[in-house]
């Protein structure tokens, strides 16, 4: 891991080059409930705050991220082991998300009219409430932007944050941290803890968390799952992925390398929504083998100036190794190039049997599998195969042939000739399906998840005395008997 942990104390270290980079104190139980307290007493003005003045602190934010834009490339980087460019458009996707976030709060949660029906007397309305204090729990393999993600969005639907992030990457957070307090000067609204499995637990199962969101391994989601279940509350699950890449024989061939290419390895794979199964159509199947296993033996993981970085903890390091011996014992292996310590090649499994451990379990690294398919039928079968359902990506020219598998496909979206992209899109919803979780972040949906919806109804009209009421007419009944025959029939 790139973090040891004694004394309750988090020992940070550079995964990529080993170098100790801090240590601090982990938050106690005790310390997490005055914590919860302050944000409970901070939610009964906040939860009622106007919509311009939660955009101003993220205008406020968002300014402060970018006058700290390096120090944040940098911290993300040295606790994560990735190359500096992944640490910038870290850094980009999260300000994208702040300004596109704030730009549809009056669209999500501002006050709808809503038909009345035959109650032409009445008036009635939708608003979105702040659930009251939000506790999320976000993971290390993109300290900033699976952060700044849930925290914009509970913070803009009116809910005080309290955030754990992972004991493998607390400085993004702690700079994150420090940023927001200087920035909008209202501590009390993100308040970050810190620890391993005990403060997460004590967060999710708190009286004082009113709605919980979680990014991590499905085995973790489902405990969440069944901790908030007793107490009704709410969570939003983004969890694992298997994601399948569809390769149709009419696609640009060259287009659909380098997508595979990009979406399996940045970050060294370790993306929820990077691309680990590739299934490609058997006519131009021999060609995209060849194109990948020679453009994965040209790439290196390393330090210096390779494509690919670290793994970041030690738990991904030791699966994924696993995992490619596995697949050494019954099918074709190619690989770059790494150097020694936390860094595996660059790899393309072909064709493994489908009880391989690669198939049967995410992978989180820089590895890809690859078999071939005939009809657009068993593309699916295939793609639906793993019980994941959180993206997928299909390539080809035929916007009949791609609306059919896109549409039977398990995934909570797909990318069309495109790979990872779609993640950028702030108002496009995110979250999947099965295994993958439930819920969503991002756009409108996201900000809807962290909020309350109520209905209301008032009178156009006031009566002493309706007609359905104790004191109606003795034709009442009549009268609805034949006007359920006029207009239902």
């Given at each position: 891991?790139?973090?040891?942990?004694?004394?309750?104390?988090?020992?940070?270290?550079?995964?990529?080059?080993?170098?100790?980079?801090?240590?601090?104190?982990?938050?106690?139980?005790?310390?997490?409930?005055?914590?919860?307290?302050?944000?409970?007493?901070?939610?009964?003005?906040?939860?009622?705050?106007?919509?311009?003045?939660?955009?101003?602190?993220?205008?406020?934010?968002?300014?402060?991220?970018?006058?700290?834009?390096?120090?944040?490339?940098?911290?993300?980087?040295?606790?994560?082991?990735?190359?500096?460019?992944?640490?910038?458009?870290?850094?980009?996707?999260?300000?994208?998300?702040?300004?596109?976030?704030?730009?549809?709060?009056?669209?999500?949660?501002?006050?709808?009219?809503?038909?009345?029906?035959?109650?032409?007397?009445?008036?009635?309305?939708?608003?979105?409430?702040?659930?009251?204090?939000?506790?999320?729990?976000?993971?290390?393999?993109?300290?900033?932007?699976?952060?700044?993600?849930?925290?914009?969005?509970?913070?803009?639907?009116?809910?005080?944050?309290?955030?754990?992030?992972?004991?493998?990457?607390?400085?993004?957070?702690?700079?994150?941290?420090?940023?927001?307090?200087?920035?909008?000067?209202?501590?009390?609204?993100?308040?970050?803890?810190?620890?391993?499995?005990?403060?997460?637990?004590?967060?999710?199962?708190?009286?004082?968390?009113?709605?919980?969101?979680?990014?991590?391994?499905?085995?973790?989601?489902?405990?969440?799952?069944?901790?908030?279940?007793?107490?009704?509350?709410?969570?939003?699950?983004?969890?694992?992925?298997?994601?399948?890449?569809?390769?149709?024989e009419d696609a640009d061939i060259d287009r659909s390398v380098e997508a595979a290419i990009w979406g399996g390895l940045s970050n060294a794979g370790q993306t929820c929504i990077s691309v680990e199964r590739i299934f490609v159509q058997e006519k131009i199947y021999p060609e995209i083998v060849e194109k990948l296993k020679?453009?994965?033996?040209?790439?290196?993981?390393?330090?210096?100036?390779?494509?690919?970085?670290?793994?970041?903890?030690?738990?991904?390091?030791?699966?994924?190794?696993?995992?490619?011996?596995?697949?050494?014992?019954?099918?074709?292996?190619?690989?770059?190039?790494?150097?020694?310590?936390?860094?595996?090649?660059?790899?393309?499994?072909?064709?493994?049997?489908?009880?391989?451990?690669?198939?049967?379990?995410?992978?989180?690294?820089?590895?890809?599998?690859?078999?071939?398919?005939?009809?657009?039928?068993?593309?699916?079968?295939?793609?639906?195969?793993?019980?994941?359902?959180?993206?997928?990506?299909?390539?080809?020219?035929?916007?009949?042939?791609?609306?059919?598998?896109?549409?039977?496909?398990?995934?909570?979206?797909?990318?069309?000739?495109?790979?990872?992209?779609?993640?950028?899109?702030?108002?496009?919803?995110?979250?999947?399906?099965?295994?993958?979780?439930?819920?969503?972040?991002?756009?409108?949906?996201?900000?809807?998840?962290?909020?309350?919806?109520?209905?209301?109804?008032?009178?156009?009209?006031?009566?002493?005395?309706?007609?359905?009421?104790?004191?109606?007419?003795?034709?009442?009944?009549?009268?609805?008997?034949?006007?359920?025959?006029?207009?239902?029939?």
């Amino acid at each position: 891991m790139s973090v040891r942990i004694s004394n309750n104390t988090l020992e940070v270290f550079d995964p990529a080059t080993g170098e100790d980079l801090t240590q601090f104190s982990m938050t106690s139980v005790q310390e997490l409930d005055s914590i919860l307290q302050t944000a409970k007493a901070g939610a009964e003005k906040y939860n009622y705050s106007s919509f311009f003045r939660r955009q101003k602190l993220m205008t406020q934010l968002q300014k402060g991220i970018t006058r700290r834009m390096d120090d944040f490339i940098k911290t993300i980087c040295s606790e994560t082991g990735k190359k500096a460019d992944e640490g910038l458009m870290e850094v980009f996707i999260s300000l994208e998300h702040i300004k596109q976030s704030s730009h549809h709060l009056y669209e999500a949660l501002g006050k709808r009219n809503r038909r009345s029906g035959i109650l032409k007397t009445r008036k009635a309305w939708v608003e979105y409430e702040a659930m009251g204090v939000a506790g999320i729990i976000s993971p290390w393999n993109y300290p900033l932007i699976l952060t700044v993600s849930p925290l914009v969005e509970a913070l803009l639907a009116g809910n005080p944050v309290v955030l754990k992030p992972s004991e493998h990457t607390p400085l993004t957070t702690q700079l994150l941290k420090k940023v927001w307090d200087e920035s909008t000067e209202r501590p009390e609204l993100f308040q970050p803890v810190y620890g391993a499995g005990e403060i997460g637990n004590a967060l999710v199962a708190s009286p004082l968390t009113d709605v919980i969101c979680f990014t991590g391994s499905t085995e973790i989601g489902r405990k969440i799952a069944e901790t908030c279940a007793p107490l009704f509350k709410p969570v939003i699950l983004e969890l694992g992925g298997k994601d399948p890449m569809i390769i149709l024989e009419d696609a640009d061939i060259d287009r659909s390398v380098e997508a595979a290419i990009w979406g399996g390895l940045s970050n060294a794979g370790q993306t929820c929504i990077s691309v680990e199964r590739i299934f490609v159509q058997e006519k131009i199947y021999p060609e995209i083998v060849e194109k990948l296993k020679d453009k994965v033996q040209t790439l290196s993981s390393g330090k210096g100036d390779t494509p690919v970085g670290a793994i970041s903890v030690d738990v991904s390091l030791d699966k994924i190794r696993d995992q490619i011996n596995d697949a050494k014992n019954n099918s074709d292996v190619f690989e770059g190039n790494a150097d020694e310590g936390r860094f595996i090649p660059p790899c393309l499994v072909v064709n493994p049997p489908f009880e391989a451990k690669i198939l049967q379990e995410e992978t989180f690294g820089p590895v890809m599998t690859i078999h071939p398919f005939q009809t657009d039928n068993d593309a699916i079968e295939l793609a639906n195969k793993t019980g994941y359902g959180l993206s997928a990506s299909i390539f080809g020219k035929s916007k009949k042939r791609i609306a059919y598998i896109s549409r039977r496909v398990h995934a909570g979206a797909v990318a069309i000739n495109d790979v990872l992209t779609h993640y950028g899109i702030a108002d496009l919803p995110f979250g999947g399906k099965g295994i993958s979780g439930m819920g969503k972040v991002h756009g409108k949906e996201g900000l809807r998840a962290f909020s309350h919806q109520k209905s209301y109804m008032t009178n156009r009209i006031s009566f002493k005395v309706e007609f359905w009421w104790y004191k109606r007419s003795k034709k009442f009944a009549q009268l609805l008997r034949k006007w359920i025959k006029w207009q239902y029939s």
